[in-house]
């Protein structure tokens, strides 16, 4: 079932799993099953990297199967963060490799890389039902601590995974931030053609996620 809560309305024609892609506070309690985790991470997985090096890289707390694993993720959480996180089903980690297997060089696209695959993985999540909320508020050292990451690994982001629950049930703060207008800036302040314009302005709106 599609979640229509708060769908971005766009300058142009866009699919709808992009427009309805959001990142919410509000989830039920209902499991993700495996086979839709193993779906959203086949389309992570499918997604283009330089050198087809693939450096992505999820751990995975889910509270049914592994519950130690998501209180660790959870934990690492800015405690504005923990307040709405903690209902959700599944934590998620996503980590980039930084050097390349083939070489051993240092991989300066990694983590764009590992944007584009958790980008197509919310969108094969979006298709499925569920939304998933991506953070930085959380302590990289405390993750890297937790589960003993290598050094060459980069703790991009932690994710929240899950299907979107009442937005009525969320303390104010966070149910106004909910359902806030979604803006997005248009195509003339981010789309350049022909060449670097010469702004004497640079805006940075706040927009929710």
């Avoid at 903690?86 to 944007?115: C, E, M, Q, W, Y």
Wanted: net charge negative.
């Amino acid at each position: 079932m599609s979640d229509l809560t708060n769908v971005l309305t766009p300058e142009y024609p866009i699919l709808p799993q992009l427009a309805q892609r959001r990142s919410p506070r509000a989830y039920t309690s209902q499991p993700v099953p495996t086979e839709a985790l193993n779906q959203l991470f086949a389309a992570a997985g499918s997604a283009a990297s330089c050198f087809g090096e693939q450096p992505w890289r999820y751990l995975v707390g889910n509270k049914e199967t592994h519950p130690e694993a998501f209180d660790k993720i959870l934990s690492s959480m800015g405690e504005f963060n923990q307040v709405w996180a903690k209902n959700a089903p599944v934590l998620v980690v996503s980590i980039a490799k930084t050097t390349f297997s083939h070489d051993s060089n240092p991989n300066r696209h990694a983590l764009h890389d590992v944007g584009q695959a958790s980008a197509t993985l919310a969108l094969q999540a979006v298709e499925l039902g569920l939304q998933i909320h991506q953070m930085a508020g959380f302590s990289q050292d405390a993750i890297r601590a937790a589960f003993s990451i290598p050094a060459d690994y980069d703790i991009v982001a932690v994710a929240t995974i899950g299907y979107p629950g009442n937005v009525e049930a969320l303390p104010d703060a966070l149910r106004e931030r909910e359902l806030a207008p979604r803006q997005r800036k248009p195509l003339t302040e981010f789309v350049f053609e022909g060449g670097w314009p010469q702004l004497t302005t640079e805006r940075y709106d706040q927009a929710p996620v």
